[in-house]
């Protein structure tokens, strides 16, 4: 099982910068698909950006070139550097992990975790 810890979410202000952190625990991730979704009020989760344990990496279109997705298999962790925040960037980030990476593109990966505020003001 692999527990997943997101942190670094927060207020900003419209065009900073938050790296956003994604903890794992119980496995280790350097053989597992990784990804970031988000959920903003009142809206469906949507997926953000995903990295195969290959280094291969997967954005959505509305973040090519602000949002980066990147990982440390030493420190487990997996990170999503956003650039340019927007106001309607404001969601809570989620982390996923799977064994498969189209389970995490098709948003059905086999690990959450709890998610991370993020608010960006104008």
């Known amino acids: 099982q692999v527990q997943l810890v997101e942190s670094g979410g927060g207020l900003v202000q419209a065009g900073d910068s938050l790296r956003l952190s994604c903890a794992a625990s119980?496995?280790?991730?350097?053989?597992?698909?990784v990804g970031w979704f988000r959920q903003a009020p009142g809206k469906e989760r949507e997926f953000v950006a995903a990295?195969?344990?290959?280094?291969?990496?997967t954005n959505s279109e509305f973040v090519k070139g602000r949002f980066t997705i990147s990982r440390d298999n030493a420190k487990n962790t997996v990170f999503l550097q956003m650039n340019s925040l927007k106001p309607e960037d404001t969601a809570v980030y989620y982390c996923?992990?799977?064994?498969?990476?189209?389970?995490?593109?098709?948003?059905?990966?086999?690990?959450w975790g709890q998610g991370t505020q993020v608010t960006v003001s104008s």
């Open positions: 996923a992990a799977s064994r498969l990476l189209r389970s995490v593109v098709q948003q059905k990966p086999d690990h």
């Open positions: 990295n195969s344990w290959d280094g291969s990496t």
């Open positions: 119980g496995r280790t991730i350097s053989s597992y698909a």
